[in-house]
């Protein structure tokens, strides 16, 4: 078999003319983005469009260094060197877990086979194919096969694909270069399938990530798919640290490699010598933890991006983890994903094993649990939107205040109204009383402005309106539960109701916040102060040229205008670290940003006549300084949080002012969640997960808080408070992403788009949890100020 005559088998529409490949194809042309498919005589390989951006290393070297113990992304010791160094760990006579879990595959692959069925054989971190050479002999044993390997890296998947089609004569290869998180989406064309995940490659991943990761996996399988993972036992500590720091220096070498490819690429100058290689096995974590420990104190300088780091003596960088596994432990936390153990064999000595789970039917696995997890989510918002109404009269809640917001009262049947709408009368459910009222909360109908006329119900019946609309919806939950329409996905609409009530409870606090006679605190609302916070030395951080995925295809929990997911190619930029603070903002006040004409645009000038405005809204002036009035109190102002309540039209003249800009949607986008190292974007700045130490969000105060208090909630490029703490301006006129559809209703985004309302980013501290992430758009008029809003500039380089 030849591989000359390479066929570049893309046309104009990015489609192959050839449907030889049928495996994978349709989910691409659900992506919208043309991946690159090469065809070499008889396999394919379908390589991630979006290449790895320049500087993707250097960045990844600045977050690890720049966090507190120090790390290196382990996927970086993978180059040709340290690929060629990982082989021979796997020869080395203390590293056991290769050679045993070898002997397994060969014992019982024909076994695994029969469990399995004829399904495509996956497999994620394929590297040389070495370890799947068992898996592929039971396959084609029993006739022609589907083999799919994905890896990030090109060219040994070539070379393996090359392989294997000369091995294998009745193998059908169809390859993916590209990240697991970018790879999975594509494959829900290979079911039947297993997916393999081999060598204990799961302890690799941090705890939450390997979370993640069996979530993602769950939700690519479908039902009766297999996923058969290979892990490592605790055991002795000495066994262990001598697999992970074999006699030969082998492992050692694979350390220092990481530093002589920094040398290499980034022009650093770590003395290679100094660099030792410690494996330490910590039993209450049950992983081995790899450090390269310095003997000497250490500058690494990273000419790139102008950054400079001073190691310690002795100080240890933790290069990789590899977490070890108890049998029932792993089975039960791959199980909770919706999986059940099909079949298992292990090498008890050697302490290794193999574990087969079967995806289950989403009914079967989640009945019951999705009906609970549901009610559990909407009665939590429920509660909460009480307790945010609590310590108000009726007299409060029933009359309008400002002509921006609603009565609160209204607010309060409308999501009632919503949820009556979208999970019961959709459905074809009868809502009581639901129809009536239309007229009343239909958005559309009436503008806020007017909505002090309608005939709103009394509170006590509004009340029982709510009561009477969630004891339906509970009954109808289980039938929900039970469904699975095509159409209207039930999680969808549960999703849609959830995130609606999550968005009016911040609109309702925009209301509240505008009444400044009215002290508001409400009990759950946290009082104290974040420990001291260090504002962060760099003022703005380098965004380097290249593409990065835009938006999402999630049709669950994204809403429309977030979608599709699409390539968007950006010049190098910077961007700040951090929003613009008060003590910056009243630096542009002190020097006349407000009566300097040439800072405003002519629109902005504008406004700032009609409004005579001359400080962010609730601010008074206060003997020769200000204070602002914060949910009806009298407060100082902090020079360290970010400024709130400035209009669009502000946070322009404040960045002209400042000699810079303000960043276009798509920046602000790819500075908080293009993860370059992993070629996917994230979901929040600092990853998957979101958790208190990371934003400033879910209401837990009624404020931001200073900048540099959340070090954790870093993103890729290094900037901090994205997520939370005040919504943050952007230069883009809301429109539609290429490949826009409307959906569920044309009136959440559609009738929004045009020059008329600027995006806002990244949610403030009044955003629910539920809401906050890194695609979600907000749009509102540049005038407005009532919102939790902020900004941060931007730069051109
Ligand atoms: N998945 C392998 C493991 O955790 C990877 C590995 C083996 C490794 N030896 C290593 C990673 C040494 C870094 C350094 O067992």
Redesign the pocket.
């Known amino acids: 078999m030849t591989n000359g005559g390479v066929r570049a088998l893309v046309s104009d529409a990015g489609l192959p003319e050839s449907s030889g490949w049928p495996l994978l194809m349709s989910s691409i042309i659900r992506t919208q983005r043309p991946w690159q498919e090469e065809a070499r005589g008889s396999f394919v390989v379908h390589a991630d469009p979006v290449r790895e951006a320049p500087l993707a290393f250097a960045l990844s070297v600045a977050a690890g260094l720049d966090d507190q113990p120090r790390w290196l992304d382990?996927r970086y010791?993978y180059d040709d060197a340290g690929s060629a160094l990982?082989e021979e760990?796997t020869r080395q006579p203390e590293?056991y877990?290769t050679r045993t879990e070898d002997r397994l595959l060969a014992r019982h692959a024909r076994a695994i086979r029969d469990v399995v069925g004829d399904a495509t054989l996956v497999e994620l971190g394929a590297g040389s194919a070495a370890k799947t050479r068992r898996l592929l002999d039971a396959w084609t044993a029993r006739g022609p096969s589907r083999y799919v390997p994905v890896d990030v890296s090109t060219a040994p998947l070539h070379e393996a694909c090359r392989a294997l089609a000369r091995r294998y004569c009745d193998l059908h290869i169809e390859a993916v270069a590209a990240s697991y998180e970018r790879a999975l989406p594509l494959l829900r064309h290979a079911s039947p399938m297993m997916l393999t995940f081999l060598?204990?490659?799961m302890?690799?991943l941090g705890r939450y990530e390997q979370d993640d990761f069996l979530a993602l996996v769950a939700e690519h399988l479908g039902p009766e798919d297999h996923f058969l993972v290979g892990l490592?036992f605790a055991k002795d500590a000495a066994t262990l640290e001598a697999?992970?720091d074999d006699a030969a220096g082998v492992?050692a070498a694979?350390?220092r490699n990481l530093f002589v490819r920094m040398n290499r690429e980034l022009g650093t100058a770590v003395p290679i010598e100094a660099v030792e290689h410690v494996a330490i096995y910590n039993e209450a974590l049950e992983r081995?933890e790899?450090y390269a420990e310095l003997g000497q104190e250490t500058a690494i300088e990273r000419p790139a991006l102008g950054r400079r780091f001073r190691i310690g003596r002795r100080e240890r960088i933790r290069?990789?983890l590899?977490y070890k596994y108890r049998p029932r432990a792993a089975t039960a936390a791959v199980e909770r994903h919706g999986f059940r153990l099909a079949w298992s064999a292990a090498d008890e000595e050697a302490g290794f094993g193999l574990f087969l789970f079967r995806r289950l039917h989403r009914g079967a696995a989640a009945r019951g649990v999705r009906r609970a997890a549901w009610e559990a989510e909407l009665d939590r918002l429920r509660a909460r939107t009480h307790e945010l109404v609590a310590p108000l009269g009726e007299e409060d809640l029933v009359r309008q205040h400002s002509r921006l917001m609603s009565p609160l009262v209204w607010d309060l049947g409308h999501l009632a109204h919503f949820e009556a709408l979208w999970l019961l009368r959709k459905r074809g459910v009868e809502a009581p009383g639901a129809e009536a009222l239309d007229p009343v909360y239909d958005p559309q109908r009436t503008p806020r402005a007017e909505r002090d006329r309608l005939p709103i119900p009394t509170l006590a019946q509004t009340r029982a309106f709510m009561e009477e609309v969630r004891s339906r919806t509970r009954v109808e939950l289980e039938a929900m539960d039970r469904g699975r329409s095509p159409v209207l996905d039930e999680s969808m609409l549960v999703e849609l109701v959830a995130q609606h009530e999550a968005q009016h409870q911040e609109t309702m606090l925009q209301a509240i916040a505008l009444r400044e006679d009215l002290p508001y605190q409400p009990a759950f609302v946290e009082r104290r102060p974040l420990p001291g916070a260090a504002r962060p030395v760099e003022r703005s951080v380098l965004v380097p040229a290249g593409a990065f995925v835009m938006g999402t295809d999630d049709q669950v929990r994204a809403y429309d205008n977030e979608r599709p997911a699409h390539e968007v190619d950006l010049p190098t930029f910077r961007i700040d670290v951090t929003p613009v603070t008060n003590g910056d903002y009243l630096a542009f006040m002190l020097d006349g940003g407000y009566r300097r004409r040439a800072l405003w645009t002519d629109e902005g000038w504008r406004w700032r006549e009609a409004s005579v405005a001359e400080a962010p809204v609730h601010w008074r002036p206060d003997g020769g300084g200000w204070r602002a009035m914060v949910f009806g109190r009298p407060t100082a102002i902090d020079p360290d949080c970010p400024v709130v309540h400035v209009c669009w039209y502000e946070a322009d003249a404040y960045a002209r002012w400042a000699g810079k800009r303000l960043p276009t949607e798509a920046e602000w986008e790819k500075a908080a969640a293009w993860d370059a190292g992993r070629h996917a974007p994230r979901r929040f700045p600092w990853g998957d997960r979101l958790e208190p130490e990371h934003a400033n969000v879910d209401q837990r105060r009624l404020s931001p808080v200073p900048v540099g208090s959340l070090p954790r909630g870093r993103s890729p490029y290094g900037c901090l408070q994205m997520l939370g703490d005040v919504w943050e301006w952007t230069a883009t006129w809301f429109d539609g992403y290429p490949g826009f559809q409307a959906f569920p209703y044309r009136e959440y985004s559609e009738i929004f788009f045009g020059r008329h309302y600027r995006v806002l980013r990244g949610g403030s501290f009044a955003t629910s949890a539920l809401v906050a992430r890194n695609t979600f758009r907000n749009w509102d008029f540049p005038e407005r100020r009532q919102i939790f809003s902020g900004f941060r500039c931007a730069e051109d380089v």
Do not use: H, K, P, V
Request: glycine fraction near 10%; charge should be negative.
């Open positions: 382990s010791l990982f760990i590293y877990q060598g204990s490659s302890g690799n490592d697999a992970y492992t694979f350390t081995i790899i290069t990789e590899s």
